[in-house]
């Protein structure tokens, strides 16, 4: 079992050192909304202490992704105040022990997410279809 978990924390840190920056950005997304799901539950459990715990997991993602952000971009600036936004609203979920408030983030990660994805897709898409020509 041991040796099992020691493969698994390698493969994941294999994975995150040879990513591009596009997939880190969506492993950040994915693992917030981790975080946010596993504090919903544990809201739901009465367990403050893990609550706690995976908001903060949380929120320190969105301070991550808002402090990549190229704020020479428009969308960046649009994009912080969403970040923002969302970290203000954990505060208050934290504190009030709200689901909703968790869920009203999750649907904007979820939205980051999957445009995200589609970034990416449309990118690959770009970058290895034009260059093929059918030679070998």
């Known amino acids: 079992m041991a040796a099992n978990l020691t493969a698994q924390n390698a493969y994941k840190q294999n994975s995150v050192t040879t990513a591009s920056p596009g997939d880190l950005t969506l492993m950040l997304y994915n693992g917030c909304l981790k975080f946010l799901n596993k504090a919903k539950h544990a809201i739901q459990e ?3 202490e893990e609550k706690n715990t995976n908001l903060i997991k949380a929120q320190a993602i969105i301070s991550e992704l808002m402090a990549t952000l190229n704020m020479d971009i428009e969308i960046s600036k649009n994009m ?8 203000h609203r954990l505060v208050g979920a934290n504190i009030q022990n709200d689901v909703a408030i968790i869920e009203e983030v999750e649907g904007l990660m979820t939205e980051f997410r999957d445009t ?11 970058q290895f279809g034009q260059g093929n020509t059918g030679q070998i």
């Open 46 to 48: 009465k367990n403050v």
């Open 80 to 87: 912080f105040a969403l970040y923002e936004y969302m970290n």
């Open 116 to 126: 995200w994805k589609e970034v990416i897709r449309i990118n690959r898409q770009q």
